[in-house]
C-alpha cells in the first residue's frame, strides 16, 4: 500500500489517484482532485512561513492525507476501508452530487 512521507510525495499520489479516475471515468477522483488543491496551499503556505511551524504542519497533512491514501488503497483492493470512508467511496461510485453529502459525513467521522 502506497503511503507518502512528504507534502510532495501526497501531491504525487493524488496526482495518480486523480489519473486513474480520469481513465477509469470514476467519481472517486473528485474526492483526490479536491484534496489535492488543498494540499498545494498548505505546502505554499508552509513555504511562504504562514504556519508558525511549517515542519509540524507538513506532518500533519502527511499523516492525515495517509489516512485517505490508506482507505482509498484498501477500496481499489476490494478490502474494507473505514465505515466513513467505505460509504463515501460508494456514494461516489453511484451518483456525483452525493459526493458532496458524502463528503460532509466524512467530515464529522471519527477515525
Known amino acids: 500500500m502506497k503511503q507518502a512521507n512528504t507534502i510532495d510525495e501526497v501531491i504525487l499520489l493524488l496526482d495518480q489517484i486523480i489519473e486513474k479516475s480520469?481513465?477509469?471515468q470514476s467519481n472517486l477522483g473528485l474526492f483526490a482532485i479536491l484534496y489535492r488543491e488543498v494540499?498545494?496551499?498548505v505546502?505554499?503556505?508552509?513555504?511562504?512561513?504562514?504556519?508558525?511551524?511549517?515542519e509540524r504542519m507538513?506532518?500533519?497533512d502527511v499523516i492525515f492525507a495517509n489516512?485517505?491514501?490508506?482507505?482509498y488503497y484498501q477500496y481499489q483492493a476490494k478490502e474494507k476501508p473505514s465505515e466513513c470512508w467505505?460509504?463515501?467511496f460508494e456514494?461516489?461510485?453511484k451518483?456525483?452530487?452525493i459526493v458532496l453529502r458524502a463528503f460532509i459525513t466524512w467530515n464529522q467521522c471519527t477515525y
Not at 43 to 54: D, V, W
Not at 67 to 71: C, E, I, V
Open 22 to 24: 480520469k481513465i477509469d
Open 39 to 41: 494540499t498545494v496551499r
Open 43 to 54: 505546502k505554499e503556505g508552509i513555504l511562504a512561513g504562514s504556519f508558525q511551524n511549517g
Open 58 to 60: 507538513e506532518k500533519l
Open 67 to 71: 489516512r485517505y491514501l490508506k482507505a
Open 86 to 88: 467505505a460509504f463515501a
Open 91 to 93: 456514494q461516489a461510485e
Open 95 to 97: 451518483f456525483w452530487p
